[in-house]
């Protein structure tokens, strides 16, 4: 069964990856190049222009882009994010929902395979995609900056693994919503919305003390890049915290799972 699901996963984990992946190439490429004195001192009278709310929502306001590993830090870990994010939060969504959609479920049925062994399965199988992607673009990443410029390599190695600790509650949290529903085209949509949706909070939570308690709301708060960029620290807190919503909604995947009505 494991070993069914990584292969049928295989492919999109490549398109996702490789994608991405390709688009941070090209920066890294045209970084040196469009970068010169002219062109910093344009970017500085342009950051002026900018309200101080919409820099901090980049980290524009605690890391400078005249270098590519300073882009990287700001609007690239954002990207970073959210691509690994929707990729986790439709992975999870539809990972759990495919032998409904594809009318296989009767003859799993069939065969001596308990429903709590077919959910570990596919949970380790994302699991693993999920954790493979934030490793492999933490990887080509980490090449390019070497070719392109001096960069802290601690404060990069500690961002590179920031993305798990939100993406993996966001996978999580669509396989336990995947179970109270039958259609695939349904939770894309809902695992899409949920991605932004998080993020759309995560940026409204700092722009006043007024509003700050949406950050309680939204998994990108586990990221916390901002702490690393500006300590070069993860929050011990916040990974206890990424691991508690991971059981969790584990455990309340498998109950439901087991009580669900298959189709």
Same mark, same amino acid.
């Given at each position: 069964?494991?070993?069914?699901?990584?292969?049928?996963?295989?492919?999109?984990?490549?398109?996702?990856?490789?994608?991405?992946?390709?688009? *941070?190439?090209?920066?890294?490429?045209?970084?040196?190049?469009?970068?010169?004195?002219?062109?910093?001192? =344009?970017?500085?009278?342009?950051?002026?222009?900018?309200?101080?709310?919409?820099?901090?929502?980049?980290?524009?306001?605690?890391? =400078?882009?005249?270098?590519?590993?300073?882009?990287?830090? $700001?609007?690239?870990?954002?990207?970073?994010? /959210?691509?690994?994010?929707? *990729?986790?939060?439709?992975?999870?969504?539809?990972?759990?929902?495919?032998?409904? $959609?594809?009318?296989?479920?009767?003859?799993?049925?069939? /065969?001596?395979?308990?429903?709590?062994?077919?959910?570990?399965?596919?949970?380790?199988?994302?699991?693993?995609?999920?954790?493979?992607?934030?490793?492999?673009?933490?990887?080509?990443?980490?090449?390019?900056?070497?070719?392109?410029?001096?960069?802290?390599?601690?404060?990069?190695?500690?961002? =590179?693994?920031?993305?798990?600790?939100? $993406?993996?509650?966001?996978?999580?949290?669509?396989?336990?919503?995947?179970?109270?529903?039958?259609?695939?085209?349904?939770?894309?949509?809902?695992?899409?919305? /949920?991605?932004?949706?998080?993020?759309?909070?995560?940026?409204? $939570?700092?722009?006043?003390?007024?509003?700050?308690?949406?950050?309680?709301?939204?998994?990108?708060? /586990?990221?916390?890049?901002?702490?690393?960029?500006?300590?070069?620290?993860?929050?011990?807190?916040?990974?206890?915290?990424?691991?508690?919503?991971?059981?969790?909604?584990?455990?309340?995947?498998?109950?439901?799972?087991?009580?669900?009505?298959?189709?």
């Amino acid at each position: 069964m494991f070993k069914r699901e990584m292969k049928v996963y295989l492919k999109g984990f490549f398109i996702w990856t490789l994608i991405t992946a390709a688009m *941070y190439i090209m920066v890294f490429m045209m970084y040196p190049h469009i970068m010169n004195d002219n062109t910093k001192e =344009s970017i500085d009278e342009m950051m002026k222009i900018f309200p101080e709310d919409i820099l901090k929502a980049f980290n524009m306001d605690i890391a =400078s882009i005249d270098t590519a590993f300073g882009w990287l830090k $700001s609007e690239g870990f954002v990207f970073i994010l /959210l691509v690994v994010g929707a *990729y986790a939060g439709i992975l999870g969504s539809s990972i759990i929902l495919k032998e409904e $959609s594809d009318k296989t479920i009767e003859y799993l049925n069939s /065969l001596p395979v308990k429903r709590t062994n077919i959910v570990i399965s596919k949970m380790l199988c994302g699991l693993i995609y999920v954790v493979a992607m934030v490793a492999g673009l933490g990887i080509i990443n980490y090449v390019g900056l070497k070719a392109t410029c001096e960069f802290d390599e601690k404060q990069y190695m500690l961002l =590179s693994v920031t993305p798990l600790f939100s $993406s993996l509650v966001i996978y999580m949290l669509g396989m336990f919503i995947a179970t109270f529903t039958h259609k695939t085209k349904k939770m894309t949509g809902i695992s899409l919305g /949920l991605v932004f949706g998080s993020y759309i909070l995560q940026v409204i $939570s700092g722009l006043s003390e007024d509003v700050e308690f949406f950050k309680y709301f939204t998994p990108f708060t /586990l990221a916390d890049v901002r702490n690393v960029i500006e300590n070069t620290e993860l929050e011990p807190i916040l990974i206890i915290i990424s691991l508690v919503l991971c059981v969790v909604l584990f455990v309340g995947t498998l109950v439901h799972y087991n009580r669900k009505e298959l189709v």
